[in-house]
């Protein structure tokens, strides 16, 4: 292996000592969890942010409801965390039941409580890459892990597999207004291959294991591996409890190329829940 | 000359029956166009609309605010068409005055009037990619033009130069939703003929011209110019009266090289006319 890693765990803990100390400061700082059912990895995800919050002195409150509940008792419970002047984030938790309206209930958090930044007006801040941007966790994540490595976007060619709403897409619009040339592929791109080992930078959030490996990346390369594929096994991560967590990377075979790459786990993820409280600080100051 | 043209203009025309026959059996099709100033290019922009509109049946109704109009004033106009059932769409003429804040006014049109696709509910539709996004009007021009000539996007990869929230950016996620592998570009890309030599389809959006020329391009290659770029002439263009216009891309040279090649004008600004009507019957409709 000759990489460098990009350890995640390390940053995570590093910075948040600065998270502990500012939200010190702030009086009102709850975050609300709204839950719809108990699929488990749900459940997990809360657990890690939960976790995450006391450990920086943030109050979360854990709101559940049955898999059952219907548009208007989520509304409600959205309704009421709107209203609540202590709560400064809101996440509802993803995915939800089929037979709710998505797009309905994201849309009825405040704005100004959208730490995931999912509703349409935060989507159109970060679709336009205005300055005063709120990236979805995920990549706020690897936005601050790039910069702790001081690895600058301006000029790079980025390529990106995958393009979902919580990453894919706001991954290349931070991406492009950092000045980044940026290539979206996915799974109907034709030669992965011939796009990857043109990249500075590859990022894959494809969720398939094994999708990067040597024959797709090339000396000098930084390797951003968001891919959560979880297998059965012991418990590795943080994040996802009784669960072996690997990448989309080969990283065995693709650390021995590249220049720098993210382990998973103890890459990606433990950025994307300090991403999440970064959000929710910048919520609370605003 | 070796390429074949996408003709807009012809495309335009040949369209145009469609629409007329469908707006006929409507009744309420009224566009409200909101001009806040009397910019020279804005106002040869409407007189197009407005030229097409008679054309297909549709009524327009002009309204004119001074250059040093409040906010209120424009607000109180917005207020007014979104409350009037004949009016279907909404244009605010942009660029407004610098005085005026842009988002609280395009956001103040009912996302079911908003011809446009700029408010925050449409942008998350066309960033989303969903089966019924409204595209801006160049986009939805775009997309039928290559619809017009059976040119699939599905596993293509384009090259987009550009990065607005009018055409680069609503291109590229019209792209990626077509399942093309997209590479957005702009003047901060690196090796801009790097890119586009790569491409199946370039699509330059950047507004320079001749940015396109034979060092960027090669054969097979299909190239839209979205370039509108003004030179003081003689009248050669519908859309804007009294200046010659010419595109990003060097039409003489490039032409010899490539499969397939927008002219400008009569490329993407007679689809763009086009899109923006088909985005209204759209609206109509739904």
Known sequence: MSAQILDGRKVRDLLTRGLVEKFANLSAKTMAIIQVGDRAESTSYIKGKKAFAEKIGVATQHIQLPEDATLEMVLEKIENCNGDPTIRGIIVQLPLPLALDRDIIINAIDPEKDVD???SERVK????GREDALWPATVR???TLLEFYKIDLFGKKVVIIGRSMLVGKPLAAMCISENATVTVCHSKTADLARETLDADIVISAAGKQNLIGKEQVSPGQIVIDVGIN???GEKLDDEIADRKLVGDVDF???SK???MITPVPGGVGPMTVLGLFQNLLDL???
Do not use: D, Q
């Not at 801040?125 to 336009?128: D, I, L, S």
């Open 252 to 254: 065995e075979e693709v």
């Open 230 to 232: 979880t297998v059965e």
């Open 141 to 143: 994540g690897i936005k």
């Open 257 to 259: 190329i590249v220049a």
């Open 284 to 286: 609370c100051e605003s």
């Open 117 to 119: 930044a999912l509703t």
């Open 125 to 128: 801040g970060w679709t336009e």
